[in-house]
Structures are given as C-alpha cells and as structure tokens.
C-alpha cells in the first residue's frame, strides 16, 4: 500500500478540526502540530523535528474501571502504551498495533465510539528530552489518542524491551498522565463517576 504524505497531513488537519469541534478545543492548543502541517513538514517520520506523530492507546477494562498502564523504560515513566506512527497504518490502528505490541495483550478492540465519529480522544503534543544517542533533540510528540477495551482474562506479556512493567491500575491514576484525555472519556461515559 502506497502512502502519501501530503495526504497525511490532510487527514491530521482534519482530525485536528474535527477533534477541536466536538471537544472546544481551542486551535492554539495545537499550534506547533498546526504550523507543521502548513510548512509541509513531514510529520509521519519519527526523524521530522521539532515534532511528530505518535499514536497511543488507553486500554481500558469492560467496566471502565481499571486502566492498563506500561512502565516505559527509556522514560522511566508509568504512561499509557503508545509509539511513533508508522506508516501507512491509520491513526487508530497505529494506537491498537503499538497497545498489542507493548502489553502482549492480543483480545483489544477499538471503542465502538472512534469508529462512529473518526475522531480520537486527545490530542496532545508534549515534549520529549533530548537523546544524543539516538541523535534526537529535544522535540514534540504530537500524540493522538484513543480508547482501547481489553476483555477479562487473556495473559499481559509486556515487551521487556520497552516496557518495565506492565499493570492495571485505577483509572483516576490517569488524572496525572493525561487530565485532558480522563475529562473527555468521562463527557463520553466511558468511565464511571465512581471510577474518579
């Protein structure tokens, strides 16, 4: 399958609209990741700095109740499982590769709800340290995130050779990961009052 990354960065901007429609999001919440796309920059590279595209997923229990996070090695951070895009995946099967991939879990699905409305969850774009070994400076994840259900009882099997740890943990434990992303999944009902 071709790719095309001018087509890319259409469908971005349209995700970025869309997205900023149905949450109120303000558009200079997205400016870099905005001004990026109007410079033709070529987002979908990992090497594309000052920022680029990354997908993640936030798994989360039948009940809504527990949230599955992965100690990310290299940060040293408990986060949700996530990755660079990789092309030419779409944005939510990128966000469902990288969840399988991390976690081992192999029963994910997409929320109904993404499908429905092509939108993701959050967006956010955050930075990331420099790794001179790695010949990165410090840049821009602009992250696109969407909702994942894990069904009970299929084994983790984390890849240890980015992850740490993987658990379940509460899902309120997402307020200091992604306070943005916990307030929309709670307008959704995707997680429950008592869950907070």
């Given at each position: 399958?071709?790719f ?10 349209a ?17 870099i990741?905005r001004?990026q ?7 979908h590279s990992?090497?594309t700095f000052?920022?680029h595209v990354t997908t ?13 996070l ?9 986060l949700?499982?996530?990755g660079?895009y ?11 590769r990288?969840?399988v991939e991390?976690?081992?879990?192999r029963?994910?699905r ?10 993701p ?21 602009h992250?696109i ?15 240890l050779?980015?992850?740490e740890q993987a658990?379940w ?10 306070p943005?992303?916990?307030?929309n ?12």
């Amino acid at each position: 399958m071709s790719f095309d990354p001018a087509s890319f960065r259409r469908h971005v901007l349209a995700v970025l609209d869309g997205h900023a429609a149905a949450f109120g999001v303000p558009e200079e919440r997205h400016e870099i990741l905005r001004g990026q796309i109007a410079r033709e920059d070529e987002i979908h590279s990992r090497r594309t700095f000052p920022g680029h595209v990354t997908t993640s997923a936030i798994v989360l229990d039948g009940r809504g109740r527990r949230t599955l996070l992965i100690r990310h090695r290299s940060l040293g951070r408990w986060l949700q499982p996530g990755g660079h895009y990789e092309p030419p995946d779409s944005l939510a099967g990128s966000a469902l590769r990288e969840a399988v991939e991390e976690t081992g879990l192999r029963n994910l699905r997409l929320d109904p709800w993404h499908r429905e409305t092509g939108l993701p969850v959050d967006i956010d774009s955050h930075r990331i340290p420099a790794r001179p070994e790695r010949d990165e400076p410090e840049h821009w994840h602009h992250d696109i995130r969407y909702v994942v259900r894990a069904e009970e009882g299929h084994e983790m099997r984390p890849d240890l050779a980015e992850v740490e740890q993987a658990e379940w943990r509460c899902v309120s434990d997402l307020g200091t990961i992604m306070p943005q992303a916990l307030e929309n999944m709670h307008k959704l009902g995707f997680i429950s009052t008592s869950s907070l």
